[in-house]
DNA sequence: AAGAGCCGCAACCGCCCCCAA
DNA sequence: GTTGGGGGCGGTTGCGGCTCT
């Protein structure tokens, strides 16, 4: 069935907007605010459809828009975003304050893509053109190393923008979120109303990559556990390290994990369900004896493909190093922090006490913050990334 | 000076997802 | 459970301005 056009209508105008429309436009929303974008050029006596309307306001005559030049910085935002994210130039813009995804869509194409091709980079994968020069140096490597690095932050990433969408969401809108409950945090943040609020500061994921990471206090390349890893202007107090889970390396059949993990990533889910789970406990008998991994309750739930992106992305790259245990350490992590409703939550986890009481602003995503950036502490102690 | 080619960017297009009816 | 509207998103287009010859 197709669709109608919203712009098939006779006597809608197209092509660039005169200052007299941009004038219209403006003293509706300034007026009115941004109520139906259908109904809004009738409303302005505007001769044009409310998608062209809407795209106008959003990357041209929005108050809080940057225009000009990108700073260095920018550009370095963008290149390395881009290199974890993709083409998602809406997520890239969230984390470059007034400038809009179709100006940094816009840049990419016109400037940064050249300028990569240019230095023999090939712009969509972020690596060197020809591999084949940089084997036998460090190159390849760090390559390898930064492409492995870039799946985890490209996780984190996604898990950290739903995580301040979760808790914007929970703070203006107190649903308490039940284990089993079809009130899902990730699909409660599908609701389309959740776009329209503002978010709060960025957690500054990029502070993160870009400094904290090599700026350790203690000198390591990964931030130790006595390491300060508050960012300047995170919502997360990562000071406050008073729970982490204590990941152990267990033994295990790491061929059969990794098959069962394999033929999981093979089929590309967007969900799974705690099948999945139970399989690999059933492989893995000893993880049922871990206080710290309520594998039970892991069974009765459905995860998202973030949650699920935990697992899949840490074999997929290739990291035999990886304890088992690391990753569904990781993986409770990520289910902890949508659930979790009091800074007992982790623990609940393991008691089994999946209770929600309590305020979004209590629960201690604090301790998910840092569990994650644990996790990936304790997996580089045990090998030689970067 | 003028035409051709290139470049940058605003705007459009089409697809997709979400949600209410 | 289905359908259709609203809106978001990424890819693409086309025009105006700039540079080159």
């Not at 923008?161 to 599908?190: D, G, Y």
């Amino acid at each position: 069935m197709r669709r109608s056009q919203c712009c098939e209508k006779v006597g809608l105008k197209k092509g660039p907007w005169t200052p007299e429309e941009d004038q219209k436009l403006l003293a509706y929303i300034e007026e009115h605010g941004i109520g139906s974008w259908r109904a809004l050029p009738a409303k302005a006596g505007l001769q044009r459809c409310g998608k062209s309307c809407r795209l106008r306001w959003t990357n041209y005559l929005r108050p809080d828009i940057k225009r000009g030049k990108f700073s260095l910085q920018e550009e370095q935002t963008i290149i390395q975003l881009h290199a974890l994210l993709g083409n998602r130039w809406s997520a890239i813009a969230t984390h470059l304050p007034k400038r809009t995804d179709n100006e940094i869509k816009n840049y990419w194409n016109t400037h940064l893509k050249k300028r990569l091709t240019r230095m023999g980079i090939d712009p969509m994968t972020h690596k060197p053109k020809n591999d084949s020069q940089s084997s036998g140096d460090g190159n390849s490597k760090d390559t390898a190393n930064l492409s492995h690095m870039a799946q985890w932050e490209s996780a984190r990433l996604e898990a950290e923008a739903r995580l301040v969408r979760e808790c914007k969401l929970v703070s203006t809108n107190p649903i308490q979120p039940q284990l089993n409950s079809p009130a899902h945090p990730a699909q409660l943040i599908r609701n389309k109303n959740l776009a329209q609020l503002a978010l709060p500061p960025c957690l500054d994921v990029l502070k993160v990559w870009q400094g904290v990471w090599s700026k350790s206090t203690s000198g390591s390349m990964f931030p130790l556990a006595g390491d300060d890893l508050e960012s300047p202007t995170s919502t997360l107090n990562c000071s406050e390290n008073a729970l982490a889970i204590q990941t152990q390396n267990v033994e295990f059949n790491e061929s059969t994990v990794t098959t069962l993990l394999h033929d999981f990533a093979k089929s590309s889910p967007t969900s799974c369900n705690g099948g999945f789970i139970k399989e690999v406990c059933e492989q893995m008998p000893e993880l049922k004896e871990r206080s710290d991994i309520d594998t039970m309750g892991l069974q009765d739930m459905t995860y998202n493909s973030t949650e699920s992106a935990w697992v899949v992305d840490s074999f997929r790259s290739g990291n035999e190093n990886m304890p088992l245990s690391n990753i569904m350490a990781g993986f409770t992590d990520t289910l902890a922090y949508n659930y979790c409703d009091d800074h007992n939550s982790l623990i609940n986890l393991d008691n089994g006490d999946k209770s929600s009481s309590g305020d979004f602003e209590d629960c201690n995503y604090k301790n998910y913050w840092n569990n994650m950036l644990n996790l990936v502490n304790v997996w580089s102690s045990g090998s030689h990334v970067f």
